[in-house]
């Protein structure tokens, strides 16, 4: 069984307005994985990823990183920074600096890295991203999906073990949205755990090893996606709609076309799953 990269222990957390975006919210983000937290509007998913940041403090209760309980001295946020990176859902709050070069180098610049280093981390940062091209833009002319992955290329230049993503795909056509889903999974696979937020369920469904539900400030359920996504009466709690490709699967049970105990987790696995099946119905039977 896998560790806990972090830990939420029953943490509560009210706004300077009064209002309670976290509720004794306990969970365990388990490391290496790929993780979706889900939920309404309002449901606390941002308000958590700034607690694992050290962003927030929580009221009451506590965060963890790595079984350890996170401090808000200077000096340990700074240590916690270069562990835990969050890339925000919209660019322009994260990037603050005029060239490209500036803002991915701004991050190793200031925790004493050799100047060597700090060219090394921008242009492996770079490369992973597919932004060398960009190297010598102003940020302020980017489009919207160039500077998601500024942004990107910022954190990783840190070198962090946790990556956190609010709304990743958010404002992105389809094309720059797989792009920026094909890369979190080249992230997972360097050993990089990567969380992210999301209402698309059906990214939800078809990326994530480990899925949240959020509701109020609250945790509602968790578990594999597969297992999460069937509840008809735990996605209408939370206000979300089920996955097009289990919907459709589920449409077809009771025919030869699917395996009734299949999963298939993406359009590609259940295309693939009728065709084989199709391709069994139609070979003669034998005398």
Known sequence: MPGSALEARKVTFRYEDGTKALDEISLDIPEDKKVAVLGPNGAGKSTLFLHFNGILKCDEGSILFRGSEISHRKKDLKKLRRKVGIVFED?????????????????PSNIGLSDEEVRRRVRRSMEITDIEDLSDKSTHLLSFGQKK???IA???????????FD???AGLDPARANQIV??????????????????DVNLAYSWADYCFLLNE????????PEDLFRNDNLLEEVNLEKPGVLEIFESLKGTDLVDENGSPRNKGELIRMIERNSSELSKPEES
């Open 167 to 169: 709304e990743p795909t």
């Open 149 to 151: 992955m500024v942004s």
């Open 91 to 107: 660019p322009d709050s994260q990037l603050f600096s005029g060239s490209i070069y500036q803002e991915i180098s701004f991050g």
């Open 154 to 164: 910022s954190i990783i230049a840190m070198e962090p073990e946790v990556i956190i």
């Open 182 to 199: 094909d890369f979190l999974d080249r992230l997972n696979e360097r050993g990089t755990t990567v969380i992210m937020s999301t209402h």
């Open 217 to 224: 400030g609250k945790k509602t359920a968790e578990g594999r």
